[in-house]
């Protein structure tokens, strides 16, 4: 039976199924079963070349409506029209003139043309259906069949003690690259080349953390002015690969090219994180497009108010209401296919806050969080919460809970603070002492791992304009510069932005050296801005979400001064793998042995006396020495505790050099200066110092010296 033949009111139609949802291909045809419990009708509107075919899916099993049509073929591109009542006082605003998305479309076809007529109510009153056909301004899903060959992929299933995550949005990360074919740099194609990953991987990261690849939109008023939504925080399918990132232009081509990515990756054992943006859609307020959610019914996926007006703990304009059982269920689904069908190995959540709230209170046993911990595939992937979102009692880092990770925005700020020097109020170390450790005050009952430590992220200043900017520089964005956070906690050194002079210059890359190592040497899951590596600069935006071109886009022919900063990351991320005691599995206790041996972390004033709690509260406390005796929370196989070499982690803050007392240790006589950031260059060894002896600490710079241990010790 031809398609043609079904739009007949004549035909007696398949009924179909009513699981799996979305659209389901087979040799016989297409399963299409959608949820929109109160709809009247669904119908299926298949597109040949510029003609619609409208199938209606009349059968209906618990508010899904679906329907078996014969004869569809794979890449047929397709959509959805609505029939119901048209009444927004209760959250519905049904009208079959507008086309719609399939929320389980594997892949997605096309981008949004503006226009009123995607507006759900005319544009003269809300009260009646616009009547001006979408078809033309709407992307179409993609019937799609799963026949990859993943042949002998495996994940590396990366221990959280060793892994590092790296940041990485697709086009910005190959846009630029000049090993990288022209026609494949901004794509998933592109980072799979042997030139993108083999920077990875020589970096020392373990884990890319991919800015959204969910297909999303650009909003209305970015359009206007010219811009794009570079970011992707805008979803439009939680099911497939945003289409733009794709060198395979075919429909439904994206998401091959996308698992060929992974596959990639994977041989390179990299694992690949998504970030993901489950908390709100790409269709806005009460006045946005009728896209999606909106025209399958509002009230039955959004969260709204009493009078039918949108909650919004986003900022976006609208809320998915993760708490009713079926947009839940959609959300599960969306995660167990990325994992079993893309093989990704996690997902950061967006304002995951937003997903754990019943109506509008947050609720720490929510549906959402009790699903994600009972799931057998999702809780075996690496799970990373953004654990806050705008709405009142949003911020709630620490709360997730096991198996849980979370971004530790404490951990930017206080780095952040502890180095930031000029006309500033100095802040008193006591809480980066916290975040060096892994911040236990936070997530105790947990492990360090739970931590993701960052100083930067795609949401701000990148480490070269941190220590560049005293103000952000948003102008690019046309909003005034009234977007993007006036909290940076930075600092110019001098000049704002750009400067000839030597000195600042030279200033600003050591205070960008000692951040990199105060990162990357700290207890905990380290997380590096795509970029920080090679001095990448956004000009002074902190707020680059729209900018698709050179200020986000990285740049690859790099000066001497970026490619010894590349160095100084590779350097410390080495030092950090050789080293276990450096990424702790379980928090210091600070205590000595019962045997006697020394406390697994001892906090020292440069005398190699213990520091004082007064000291810990003092502003003018300008150096913290940690002392780590090697001591591990693992053992052997017969039980006996295993250890590490012994080292002594010197933080200089203060604007002159330091004079520090190598402390004694059971484990050896001499101490070796391992990491100094004073230097322009890492060296691979620095000169040996005995036990007890005074040695001078650079201003401003980060040491590390290790124990070599004695014969039988």
């Not at 990639?264 to 006045?287: K, M, P, Q, R």
Request: charged share 25%; hydrophobic share 40%.
């Amino acid at each position: 039976m031809e398609p043609d033949d079904l739009a007949s009111d004549a035909v007696i139609r398949p009924p179909g199924v009513a699981s799996p949802l979305g659209a389901t291909w087979t040799a016989e045809g297409l399963n299409l079963a959608v949820r929109a419990p109160s709809a009247t009708l669904i119908e299926a509107c298949l597109f040949l070349g510029d003609h619609e075919i409208r199938v209606p899916l009349e059968a209906r099993s618990h508010g899904v409506h679906h329907g078996f049509i014969p004869g569809v073929e794979i890449g047929t591109r397709y959509g959805l029209r609505a029939h119901g009542p048209w009444d927004p006082e209760h959250g519905l605003r049904f009208n079959p003139m507008k086309l719609l998305v399939d929320p389980y479309a594997r892949a997605i076809d096309g981008e949004v043309t503006w226009s009123d007529a995607l507006r759900p109510g005319s544009a003269e009153s809300a009260n009646v259906p616009d009547q001006r056909d979408s078809a033309a301004l709407v992307p179409r899903g993609v019937v799609v069949v799963d026949d990859f060959d993943w042949a002998d992929d495996e994940p590396p299933a990366t221990s959280w003690a060793e892994t590092v995550i790296y940041e990485l949005h697709v086009k910005g990360y190959t846009a630029l690259h000049p090993a990288i074919p022209e026609h494949l740099r901004g794509t998933y194609a592109g980072l799979a080349q042997p030139a993108a990953i083999d920077h990875l991987v020589s970096l020392g990261v373990t884990a890319v953390e991919l800015l959204p690849v969910h297909h999303a939109v650009t909003e209305h008023p970015l359009a206007e002015r010219g811009l794009r939504n570079y970011w992707g925080y805008s979803t439009l399918g939680y099911f497939a690969p945003q289409a733009g990132y794709a060198a395979d232009k075919t429909p439904g081509g994206q998401v091959g090219e996308f698992k060929a990515m992974v596959k990639a990756l994977h041989a390179a054992g990299i694992e690949v994180i998504l970030d993901v943006v489950y908390n709100h859609t790409c269709e806005s307020g009460a006045d946005g497009p009728s896209l999606m959610f909106r025209g399958l019914g509002e009230r039955d996926h959004y969260k709204l108010s009493e009078d039918a007006s949108y909650v919004d703990t986003t900022g976006c304009g609208n809320t998915l209401d993760v708490g009713d059982l079926d947009v839940l269920r959609l959300v599960m689904d969306s995660l167990r296919y990325w994992v079993t069908e893309m093989h990704v190995d996690g997902f950061r959540f967006d304002l995951a806050t937003s997903l754990t709230r019943e109506r509008t209170e947050v609720d720490e046993r929510s549906p959402f969080l009790a699903a994600v911990h009972q799931d057998p595939i999702l809780r075996q992937v690496k799970l990373i919460a953004e654990p806050w979102d705008v709405g009142d009692g949003g911020y709630r880092l620490g709360m997730f809970g096991s198996p849980w990770a979370e971004w530790n925005d404490a951990f930017r700020d206080d780095v952040r603070s502890f180095w930031r020097a000029g006309p500033f109020t100095p802040e008193a170390p006591a809480e980066l002492g916290w975040r060096l450790t892994g911040s236990q005050d936070v997530f105790s009952g947990r492990s360090p791992a739970a931590s993701v430590n960052f100083v930067t992220a795609h949401d701000g200043f990148t480490m070269r304009d941190l220590v560049s900017y005293d103000h952000k520089h948003n102008e690019a964005n046309a909003e005034d510069n009234r977007d993007g956070s006036d909290n940076n906690r930075s600092w110019n050194h001098g000049a704002e932005g750009d400067t000839d002079d030597a000195g600042i210059t030279s200033a600003r890359l050591k205070t960008a050296r000692a951040m990199l190592a105060t990162l990357l040497l700290s207890t905990g899951t380290p997380m590096l801005l795509m970029g920080d590596e090679i001095g990448h600069t956004q000009r002074g935006n902190n707020n680059p979400y729209c900018q698709d071109n050179e200020i986000s886009w990285l740049t690859w022919d790099l000066e001497d001064w970026q490619r010894d900063t590349l160095r100084w990351t590779t350097a410390l991320l080495n030092v950090r793998r050789a080293h276990p005691a450096l990424r702790q599995t379980e928090f210091f206790d600070g205590r000595p042995t019962p045997d006697g041996r020394p406390a697994d972390l001892a906090w020292l004033r440069p005398d190699g006396s213990a520091m004082t709690d007064a000291e810990w509260h003092d502003p003018g406390t300008g150096t913290l020495v940690m002392a780590l005796s090697g001591e591990l929370a693992i053992r052997d196989f017969d039980g006996r505790p295993l250890r590490d070499s012994a080292f002594l982690l010197v933080l200089n803050r203060a604007s002159t050099d330091v004079d520090v007392t190598l402390p004694p240790t059971p484990y050896g006589e001499i101490y070796q200066r391992l990491i100094d950031t004073d230097l322009p260059r890492p060296r691979t060894s620095g000169p040996g110092a005995r036990v007890g002896s005074v040695t001078a600490v650079a201003a401003r710079s980060v040491t590390l010296f290790r124990v070599e241990a004695s014969v039988g010790s």
